[in-house]
Protein backbone atom coordinates (compact mmCIF):
# COMPACT_ATOMS: atom_id res chain seq x y z
CA UNK A 1 0.00 0.00 0.00
CA UNK A 2 1.57 3.84 -0.85
CA UNK A 3 2.42 6.21 1.79
CA UNK A 4 0.01 8.90 2.39
CA UNK A 5 0.36 11.99 1.58
CA UNK A 6 1.23 14.79 4.18
CA UNK A 7 0.08 17.73 4.66
CA UNK A 8 2.37 20.08 2.72
CA UNK A 9 1.88 17.67 -0.36
CA UNK A 10 -1.39 18.14 -0.05
CA UNK A 11 -0.95 21.90 0.29
CA UNK A 12 1.50 22.02 -2.73
CA UNK A 13 -1.20 19.99 -5.15
CA UNK A 14 -4.07 22.63 -4.59
CA UNK A 15 -1.85 25.68 -5.35
CA UNK A 16 -0.60 23.61 -8.68
CA UNK A 17 -4.38 23.67 -9.77
CA UNK A 18 -5.88 26.36 -11.53
CA UNK A 19 -8.76 28.87 -10.18
CA UNK A 20 -11.76 28.77 -12.00
CA UNK A 21 -11.18 32.50 -12.61
CA UNK A 22 -8.46 31.68 -14.45
CA UNK A 23 -10.36 29.28 -16.95
CA UNK A 24 -13.24 31.71 -17.35
CA UNK A 25 -10.77 34.56 -18.12
CA UNK A 26 -11.53 35.61 -21.83
CA UNK A 27 -8.78 34.96 -24.30
CA UNK A 28 -6.20 37.44 -25.09
CA UNK A 29 -7.03 39.40 -28.50
CA UNK A 30 -4.99 37.92 -31.07
CA UNK A 31 -1.62 40.55 -32.65
CA UNK A 32 -2.24 41.92 -35.60
CA UNK A 33 -0.41 39.58 -38.56
CA UNK A 34 1.58 42.08 -40.74
CA UNK A 35 -0.72 41.80 -43.73
CA UNK A 36 -2.97 44.27 -42.05
CA UNK A 37 -0.67 47.29 -42.18
CA UNK A 38 0.18 46.58 -46.22
CA UNK A 39 -2.33 47.96 -46.82
CA UNK A 40 -1.71 51.12 -44.97
CA UNK A 41 1.75 51.47 -46.65
CA UNK A 42 2.35 52.77 -49.95
CA UNK A 43 4.94 51.34 -52.38
CA UNK A 44 8.42 53.54 -52.64
CA UNK A 45 10.71 53.09 -55.91
CA UNK A 46 14.49 54.31 -54.68
CA UNK A 47 15.60 54.45 -57.96
CA UNK A 48 12.13 56.09 -59.00
CA UNK A 49 11.95 58.52 -56.71
CA UNK A 50 9.32 61.33 -57.25
CA UNK A 51 11.38 64.80 -56.29
CA UNK A 52 8.91 66.85 -58.58
CA UNK A 53 6.23 67.77 -56.58
CA UNK A 54 2.73 67.62 -58.47
CA UNK A 55 2.14 71.36 -58.41
CA UNK A 56 5.54 71.79 -60.19
CA UNK A 57 4.94 69.41 -62.75
CA UNK A 58 0.98 70.75 -63.64
CA UNK A 59 2.72 74.45 -63.66
CA UNK A 60 5.15 72.93 -66.26
CA UNK A 61 2.18 71.50 -68.06
CA UNK A 62 0.64 74.99 -68.32
CA UNK A 63 3.86 76.89 -69.41
CA UNK A 64 4.31 74.16 -72.31
CA UNK A 65 0.87 74.00 -73.22
CA UNK A 66 1.41 77.86 -74.45
CA UNK A 67 4.90 76.87 -75.99
CA UNK A 68 3.30 74.30 -78.17
CA UNK A 69 0.50 76.93 -79.39
CA UNK A 70 2.76 79.62 -80.45
CA UNK A 71 5.26 77.43 -81.57
CA UNK A 72 2.28 76.13 -83.65
CA UNK A 73 2.20 79.24 -84.95
CA UNK A 74 5.15 80.37 -85.90
CA UNK A 75 6.18 76.84 -87.39
CA UNK A 76 2.83 77.39 -89.75
CA UNK A 77 4.24 80.47 -91.22
CA UNK A 78 7.70 79.05 -91.00
CA UNK A 79 6.48 76.22 -93.47
CA UNK A 80 3.62 78.27 -95.33
CA UNK A 81 1.23 74.88 -94.65
CA UNK A 82 -0.54 74.68 -91.44
CA UNK A 83 0.75 72.66 -88.34
CA UNK A 84 -0.39 71.61 -85.21
CA UNK A 85 1.41 70.86 -81.76
CA UNK A 86 -0.23 69.30 -78.93
CA UNK A 87 1.47 68.55 -75.63
CA UNK A 88 1.02 65.04 -74.16
CA UNK A 89 2.51 64.70 -71.38
CA UNK A 90 4.56 66.42 -68.76
CA UNK A 91 6.23 63.09 -66.87
CA UNK A 92 9.03 61.96 -64.35
CA UNK A 93 11.52 58.86 -64.86
CA UNK A 94 15.01 58.60 -65.12
CA UNK A 95 17.72 59.43 -67.57
CA UNK A 96 18.34 55.96 -68.42
CA UNK A 97 14.26 55.42 -69.43
CA UNK A 98 14.32 58.33 -71.39
CA UNK A 99 17.05 56.98 -74.04
CA UNK A 100 15.67 53.93 -74.15
CA UNK A 101 12.32 55.26 -75.12
CA UNK A 102 14.03 57.41 -77.99
CA UNK A 103 14.92 55.53 -81.58
CA UNK A 104 18.08 54.25 -82.07
CA UNK A 105 18.78 57.30 -84.76
CA UNK A 106 16.99 60.50 -84.20
CA UNK A 107 17.74 63.99 -84.26
CA UNK A 108 19.01 64.77 -80.31
CA UNK A 109 20.20 68.45 -79.28
CA UNK A 110 22.04 69.69 -76.32
CA UNK A 111 20.89 72.70 -75.11
CA UNK A 112 22.61 74.72 -72.69
CA UNK A 113 20.69 76.67 -69.90
CA UNK A 114 22.29 80.42 -69.46
CA UNK A 115 23.09 81.90 -66.75
CA UNK A 116 21.34 78.97 -64.67
CA UNK A 117 23.81 76.55 -65.96
CA UNK A 118 23.16 72.70 -66.35
CA UNK A 119 22.34 71.66 -69.58
CA UNK A 120 18.44 69.69 -71.33
CA UNK A 121 18.19 67.48 -74.29
CA UNK A 122 15.43 68.38 -77.19
CA UNK A 123 15.16 65.41 -79.29
CA UNK A 124 13.04 66.00 -82.82
CA UNK A 125 11.53 62.21 -84.13
CA UNK A 126 13.27 61.38 -87.85
CA UNK A 127 9.87 61.28 -88.73
CA UNK A 128 9.10 64.69 -88.08
CA UNK A 129 12.82 65.59 -89.43
CA UNK A 130 11.73 64.80 -92.71
CA UNK A 131 8.35 66.15 -93.11
CA UNK A 132 9.96 69.57 -92.26
CA UNK A 133 12.63 69.62 -94.96
CA UNK A 134 10.42 67.93 -97.44
CA UNK A 135 8.44 70.75 -96.91
CA UNK A 136 11.24 73.43 -96.97
CA UNK A 137 12.49 71.92 -99.91
CA UNK A 138 8.86 72.22 -101.65
CA UNK A 139 7.52 68.73 -101.37
CA UNK A 140 4.00 67.67 -100.00
CA UNK A 141 5.25 66.32 -96.34
CA UNK A 142 3.60 63.05 -97.10
CA UNK A 143 6.69 61.31 -96.65
CA UNK A 144 7.17 57.68 -96.52
CA UNK A 145 8.84 56.06 -92.83
CA UNK A 146 12.59 55.70 -93.99
CA UNK A 147 14.41 54.19 -91.16
CA UNK A 148 18.24 55.47 -92.03
CA UNK A 149 20.30 57.97 -90.39
CA UNK A 150 19.92 62.10 -90.75
CA UNK A 151 22.92 63.16 -93.00
CA UNK A 152 24.32 66.29 -92.13
CA UNK A 153 22.81 68.41 -94.97
CA UNK A 154 19.61 66.93 -93.03
CA UNK A 155 21.14 68.13 -90.02
CA UNK A 156 21.55 71.73 -91.38
CA UNK A 157 18.50 72.03 -92.67
CA UNK A 158 16.66 71.08 -89.44
CA UNK A 159 18.55 73.78 -87.71
CA UNK A 160 16.23 76.41 -88.60
CA UNK A 161 13.70 75.24 -86.96
CA UNK A 162 15.77 73.80 -83.73
CA UNK A 163 16.75 77.72 -83.40
CA UNK A 164 13.08 78.33 -83.79
CA UNK A 165 11.80 76.20 -81.10
CA UNK A 166 14.41 77.10 -78.68
CA UNK A 167 13.67 80.86 -79.35
CA UNK A 168 9.87 79.97 -78.44
CA UNK A 169 11.16 77.71 -75.33
CA UNK A 170 13.41 80.75 -73.91
CA UNK A 171 9.82 83.15 -74.73
CA UNK A 172 7.67 80.86 -72.84
CA UNK A 173 10.17 80.37 -69.66
CA UNK A 174 10.32 84.10 -69.24
CA UNK A 175 7.30 83.87 -66.88
CA UNK A 176 9.16 82.16 -64.19
CA UNK A 177 12.73 83.80 -65.16
CA UNK A 178 14.80 84.94 -67.47
CA UNK A 179 17.11 82.44 -69.09
CA UNK A 180 18.62 81.56 -72.29
CA UNK A 181 18.85 78.13 -74.45
CA UNK A 182 21.93 77.71 -76.32
CA UNK A 183 22.23 75.13 -78.71
CA UNK A 184 25.77 73.30 -77.90
CA UNK A 185 26.07 70.45 -80.24
CA UNK A 186 23.89 67.97 -81.99
CA UNK A 187 23.99 64.14 -82.24
CA UNK A 188 22.20 61.27 -84.04
CA UNK A 189 22.53 58.27 -81.37
CA UNK A 190 20.71 59.27 -78.22
CA UNK A 191 23.55 56.92 -76.49
CA UNK A 192 26.08 59.55 -77.45
CA UNK A 193 24.38 62.29 -74.99
CA UNK A 194 24.70 62.16 -71.50
CA UNK A 195 23.60 65.40 -69.68
CA UNK A 196 23.15 63.82 -66.52
CA UNK A 197 24.00 60.44 -65.05
CA UNK A 198 21.50 57.55 -66.43
CA UNK A 199 19.30 56.64 -62.94
CA UNK A 200 19.00 60.62 -62.44
CA UNK A 201 15.38 61.76 -62.64
CA UNK A 202 14.26 63.81 -65.25
CA UNK A 203 11.26 65.56 -66.55
CA UNK A 204 9.94 64.43 -70.09
CA UNK A 205 7.59 66.68 -71.85
CA UNK A 206 6.39 64.65 -74.98
CA UNK A 207 4.69 66.68 -78.10
CA UNK A 208 2.84 65.64 -80.54
CA UNK A 209 3.75 67.59 -84.20
CA UNK A 210 1.86 67.50 -87.49
CA UNK A 211 2.90 68.55 -90.36
CA UNK A 212 0.38 68.38 -93.17
CA UNK A 213 -0.50 64.02 -93.41
CA UNK A 214 2.36 63.50 -91.19
CA UNK A 215 2.83 63.59 -87.95
CA UNK A 216 5.82 62.91 -85.44
CA UNK A 217 7.06 63.00 -81.54
CA UNK A 218 9.45 65.65 -80.26
CA UNK A 219 10.66 65.59 -76.45
CA UNK A 220 12.05 68.06 -73.49
CA UNK A 221 14.39 66.19 -71.39
CA UNK A 222 15.18 68.76 -68.21
CA UNK A 223 16.60 67.14 -65.34
CA UNK A 224 14.94 67.69 -62.26
CA UNK A 225 18.60 69.12 -60.97
CA UNK A 226 18.61 72.41 -63.11
CA UNK A 227 14.68 73.05 -62.01
CA UNK A 228 16.01 73.95 -58.52
CA UNK A 229 16.58 77.30 -59.50
CA UNK A 230 13.33 77.79 -60.56
CA UNK A 231 10.97 76.10 -58.06
CA UNK A 232 9.68 78.78 -56.06
CA UNK A 233 8.60 80.72 -59.67
CA UNK A 234 7.35 77.46 -61.24
CA UNK A 235 5.05 77.04 -57.43
CA UNK A 236 3.92 80.95 -57.86
CA UNK A 237 3.31 80.38 -61.77
CA UNK A 238 0.79 77.14 -60.59
CA UNK A 239 -1.21 79.32 -58.19
CA UNK A 240 -1.53 82.07 -60.67
CA UNK A 241 -2.86 79.63 -63.46
CA UNK A 242 -5.30 78.48 -60.87
CA UNK A 243 -6.90 81.72 -59.78
CA UNK A 244 -6.44 82.78 -63.66
CA UNK A 245 -7.82 80.17 -65.48
CA UNK A 246 -11.61 81.26 -65.32
CA UNK A 247 -13.01 83.67 -67.94
CA UNK A 248 -15.86 86.29 -67.05
CA UNK A 249 -18.27 84.27 -68.74
CA UNK A 250 -17.67 81.61 -65.67
CA UNK A 251 -17.77 83.98 -62.75
CA UNK A 252 -21.07 85.04 -64.02
CA UNK A 253 -22.50 81.21 -64.59
CA UNK A 254 -21.14 80.68 -61.00
CA UNK A 255 -23.08 84.32 -59.93
CA UNK A 256 -26.09 82.30 -60.88
CA UNK A 257 -25.67 79.27 -59.75
CA UNK A 258 -25.03 80.99 -56.11
CA UNK A 259 -27.87 83.21 -56.51
CA UNK A 260 -30.34 80.00 -57.03
CA UNK A 261 -28.71 78.16 -54.09
CA UNK A 262 -30.67 76.72 -51.85
CA UNK A 263 -29.39 77.14 -47.99
CA UNK A 264 -31.02 75.89 -44.52
CA UNK A 265 -30.52 78.77 -42.16
CA UNK A 266 -31.18 77.52 -38.09
CA UNK A 267 -31.88 79.93 -35.39
CA UNK A 268 -31.72 78.61 -31.92
CA UNK A 269 -32.86 82.21 -29.66
CA UNK A 270 -32.09 82.34 -25.92
CA UNK A 271 -34.30 80.17 -23.57
CA UNK A 272 -35.19 81.86 -20.39
CA UNK A 273 -37.50 80.72 -17.34
CA UNK A 274 -39.60 83.34 -16.22
Given at each position: ???L??QE ?8 I???E ?5 A ?9 Y??R ?9 N ?11 F ?14 A????V ?5 L ?5 S ?13 I ?6 P?G?T ?5 N??L ?6 K ?5 S?T ?6 I ?5 TL ?10 D?Q?A ?16 SP ?14 IV????V?Q ?11 I???P ?45
Amino acid sequence: MSELLSQEEVNALLQSIPLQEEFEKPAAAPKPTPTRYRKRASRYDFKRPNRISKNVLQSLHFLHERYARNLALNLSAYLRTVADIALLSVDQLSYAEFLMSLPETTCINVVKIVPQGGTIAFEVNPTLVFAIIEKLMGGSSETPTMNREITLIEQTLIEGFIEMALRDLQDAWRAIGETQFQLDRRETSPQLVQIVAPNEIVVVIVFEVKVGQTSGMMNLCIPAIYLEPFAVELRQEHQTDVTTRMTPDDYRRLDEVLANAVTRLSVHLCRKQL
